[in-house]
């Protein structure tokens, strides 16, 4: 009796300690994903190579969790994009995309469709960019965020202002990136959104410049630098020394800024990033031709043209392949409304001779009706 007593005891606080073991387990892994991916979320415009890494590591680790799967590629996408590379960054994010439209979390749609918008913008295809921007938006409406995931509507109206910028000037695309900024600013539910206000300030800040408001100007800018440096985002902190560099030269103080332009192409020589380096050449090769240093002016002028050689280089290839993808895309669209033409037309057919049959197999049922009818009036007559 003690002894069956003992195991029933025993057997229960068994299963008590199992329970507590799968749940401590459960947190643990629980904590290991957010812990992996707010590692590769930080370092992404610092390390963009690493946050890959990492963003391959979580997507491994998370089978079984579509969002985090979805988190996940966003941040192998967007180390991509910070490396030019187009093709990879709409790899996967349309592979977060197939994911996202199976999940029953919108935010995770939301998230994808604004990414894509993005994306598209970078590329200068305003229309694509709009279409996927509106979509993450109406389904925002629909359905709420929750105050942790407000920042995707920032992301959505920064977009927005960027397409502003390029369709009707600084002065229609301000509200939306203040707006952005400020929606940043109020749901920094992650170290890593330091990095968005970053690029928010510093793309308001090139619209001031461009509007001559200097001082608004250097205000974004320094306030870029603030931000960047709470996530080691040197790419946004030589961005916006750049800017600070630029309202020196409009001051007339050459040699500040050549100082300035110098220091933020050394920060950023291991990151490679075409883009910025192609920016600073360009601004060193003009102040040096403001000072009259024609040594220097050549020789910068010479490296911004290699540069930005390289870089048109690069983006016709990502245009061509991304043009080549939407003509696929289209194409196969075409060829699929053909088939259901097709395939209509063949049903359409079928039930058509279907009908035929059916009618004149009657036709000749009443006709066999008939000649049995005449048959019998013929034998009742004779006899």
Excluded: W
Excluded at 51 to 74: C, H, R, V, W
Excluded at 97 to 104: F, G, L, P, V
Excluded at 129 to 140: F, M
């Amino acid at each position: 009796m003690n002894s069956a007593y003992f195991f029933r005891k025993f057997k229960g606080i068994a299963v008590v300690l199992l329970f507590f073991q799968i749940l401590h387990s459960g947190a643990q892994t629980r904590a290991q994903l957010d812990s992996l991916r707010q590692e590769a979320s930080v370092v992404t415009y610092s390390n963009p190579n690493l946050a890959i890494e990492k963003g391959m590591e979580l997507y491994d680790l998370a089978k079984g969790d579509p969002s985090t799967q979805i988190g996940a590629l966003i941040i192998i996408a967007n180390g991509y994009a910070v490396l030019k590379n187009h093709e990879n960054v709409l790899k996967y994010a349309f592979k977060a995309d197939s994911i996202a439209e199976k999940s029953e979390t919108y935010s995770d749609r939301i998230r994808v469709l604004g990414f894509i918008g993005g994306q598209y913008q970078r590329l200068n295809l305003n229309d694509k960019a709009l279409n996927y921007l509106d979509q993450a938006y109406d389904i925002s409406v629909q359905n709420p965020l929750p105050d942790s995931l407000k920042f995707l509507q920032g992301n959505i109206l920064f977009v927005k202002g960027l397409i502003q910028k390029d369709n009707l000037g600084c002065e229609y695309a301000l509200p939306f990136m203040e707006q952005a900024k400020s929606v940043f600013k109020d749901n920094i539910s992650s170290k890593a959104i330091n990095a968005s206000i970053a690029i928010s300030n510093n793309k308001i800040a090139d619209c001031h410049f461009e509007m001559e408001a200097y001082g608004k100007a250097k205000q974004n800018y320094t306030q870029a630098i603030e931000y960047a440096s709470k996530v080691n985002a040197i790419k946004s902190i030589a961005y916006a020394n750049r800017g600070l560099a630029n309202i020196l030269s409009k001051q007339g103080r050459y040699e500040d800024a050549i100082k300035k332009l110098k220091a933020a192409f050394h920060s950023i020589e291991d990151v490679n990033d075409m883009g910025i380096n192609s920016e600073l050449l360009k601004s060193l090769s003009e102040n040096y031709d403001a000072i009259g240093d024609t040594e220097n002016f050549n020789k910068y002028t010479a490296l911004y043209l290699a540069e930005n050689e390289k870089l048109l280089a690069e983006e016709k290839k990502s245009l061509t392949e991304v043009i080549t993808d939407l003509s696929t895309e289209n194409s196969e669209e075409r060829t699929k409304q053909k088939n259901i033409y097709t395939y209509l037309i063949i049903f359409l057919a079928l039930v058509f001779l279907l009908l035929v049959y059916l009618i004149v197999k009657k036709i000749l049922q009443k006709r066999r009706q008939i000649d049995q009818q005449r048959q019998e009036i013929d034998k009742s007559e004779a006899n």
